[in-house]
């Protein structure tokens, strides 16, 4: 009997061990995963502090308003914890919520009319557009979150839906970027190495912004040049280049943040309450110089990090990385980040997008 029973006992013991190397196995994941969380959080805490800091050290040195940018980046920090907080709680309807949220608020601003929008401030135009395609993201988001098809598919829906609103609304600007995000999101399935993609959508965004540079410094071909500035519009070309000339005047600190309506002639000049030179790296390159336009590069490229490094999905972080991408493009040609809503659900997406849900998810995850 006692030969029997250590028979016995011997299998039990093994399935024990395996059952604890895989408990052991899961644990040690975990804890990977967290200290990426916290590697990525830190990056974000630096950035955005170092973001406030040098705005309130060129306001010190050349005067200035550094309250506007001051909101902006609490407002991406604020919209960011909040969406941590909210994509692990509630997965689906945190984001769903979000697209119906942002979608209200583009068909609530005063410019959002149907028809050509001749003497509405661009700016205007581009704060639609980046919330139309911020509500398209976030239902991407939340259909991949959804764990059922047809759920799935009323989402996918209501996002396509947004970017019919886009067109009905006469926002160009607003359907290309809902439509972009909406196919970026359907292909980020077939996508097994997201660092692959997410270096894609950062090169897509240093390409519009070199783009709005060399149009700033009139080096684009003759060609193309006019071809760009047509389409354009010469009034924007000009505060590109009244931006550049200020930022040239000193590129270590700028002028000083929010001044560049009372430097800008073709600002001083404008019909349209214009302050602002419809670019945001422009902007802060002339008001905050060198060093604030490399701060904005480094918010972006921390949100593409923590995406890269997030345990969501891999469709998830891709579809937050295309909205976002999406949104550098707009505002690089445009003062869309200018708007508190804007920013707050930029913050928004990028924490819905990093949140680790109290649930587990299906789908592919963190891949390199």
Known sequence: ????TAGRSGPAQGGGGVESMGTESATGAADAEDDRRNVSDTAGVLVLGACAAWSLITAGAHGGRPEGFLLAVLAVA???AAGRILGALLPVAAPAAGALAGLGLALAAPHATAGPQVVT???DIGAIAALLALSTGAACCAAWAARFPAQRLALRSAALGI??????????TGLVASAGVLLCSLAADRMRHRALALSGLALVAVLVTGTTWAVAGNVVPNGLGSYLE???GPHRVLLWRDALTLAHRDPGLG??????GELSPTAAQSLLP??????APLQLAAEQGVTGAALLAAVFCWVLYALWRT?????VALTGGATLTALAVIASVGNALSFTAVTAGTGLLAGIATARPLADEGGTRTQT
């Open 230 to 232: 047509d389409q354009l």
């Open 274 to 279: 214009d302050a602002k030179p419809h670019s």
């Open 255 to 260: 002028a000083g943040p929010g001044r560049f």
């Open 163 to 172: 970017a019919v609103v886009a067109a009905a609304l006469g926002s160009t």
């Open 1 to 4: 009997m006692r030969p029997d």
């Open 311 to 315: 345990g969501r999905p891999t469709p």
């Open 78 to 80: 604020a919209g960011y």
């Open 121 to 123: 401030p661009p700016g």
